[in-house]
């Protein structure tokens, strides 16, 4: 089955800095890949993803890129805030019609951002 | 608030007893998913319904674990004889399921602590 490693498992950056955290996925079928960030205590939330058929999506401060290659994808976050602190999420599945799209989770990075 | 809802939130029982959560999907949503949480790990797949068809389970949901989902509205997650390893959050999520896309939309969860 698939397997999704996240790395780092913890991040620490000052404001205004640039963070990127990384994931590696096992089955080369999956084709969608979500990005989700967690408060403290709070459900997921989904704040970007990316199908198979691009190589990069770009959200304002947040950007995501796809080497389907290499099967890793990336999140970049470009001016980094304190309320970006949260621990983040990288996910996999095979999202394509009538498949389950179950989503297979890395272990978390826990960003801290720094005043 | 048109999300995914789950109640309750938090639950504290014995040993040995039976506990049950509730979840309801957002109202277009035809699939939906339980996962478990807990602490510094990300969320682990369960089990998944299309409408009212159960069509995954993992093998993390033992034989002491049933979901239903009798007329592919809301969803119920009972856990009999529970043990301290139950100790978890566990979150409901709904999707679509469409063609056009799959993204999983999560609740805020429900906590349950087995003392």
């Known amino acids: 089955g698939e397997n999704v490693e996240q790395h780092p498992s913890t991040l620490s950056v000052q404001e205004g800095d640039s963070a990127v955290i990384k994931c590696t996925y096992s089955?080369?079928?999956?084709?969608?890949f979500p990005w989700y960030k967690q408060e403290l205590g709070k459900r997921p939330q989904l704040i970007i993803d990316?199908?198979?058929?691009?190589g990069e999506k770009k959200d304002q401060r947040i950007a995501v890129t796809l080497n389907k290659t290499a099967k890793h994808f990336s999140l970049h976050i470009t001016e980094t805030q304190p309320e970006d602190s949260a621990v983040y999420f990288c996910a996999a599945s095979k999202d394509y019609g009538g498949s389950q799209g179950n989503l297979i989770f890395g272990k978390g990075t826990k960003l801290s951002v720094k005043p | 608030d048109t999300g995914v809802s789950q109640n309750p939130r938090h639950k504290i029982t014995k040993r040995g007893q039976n506990v049950t959560f509730r979840c309801d999907p957002i109202s277009e949503h035809n699939r939906l998913y339980w996962y478990r949480q807990t602490l510094g790990q990300g969320p682990e797949f369960l089990t998944y319904?299309?409408?009212?068809?159960?069509?995954?389970k993992s093998r993390l949901l033992s034989d002491r674990f049933s979901a239903e989902r009798p007329k592919g509205s809301f969803s119920t997650l009972e856990i009999q004889r529970t043990e301290q390893g139950d100790s978890a959050m566990y979150l409901c999520?709904?999707?679509?399921?469409?063609?056009?896309?799959?993204?999983?939309?999560f609740g805020e969860g429900s906590w349950l602590t087995v003392v």
């Open positions: 990316i199908r198979s058929n691009v």
């Open positions: 319904f299309q409408n009212e068809a159960q069509l995954e």
């Open positions: 999520a709904s999707s679509t399921g469409t063609l056009s896309g799959n993204t999983i939309y």
């Open positions: 089955d080369s079928a999956s084709n969608y």
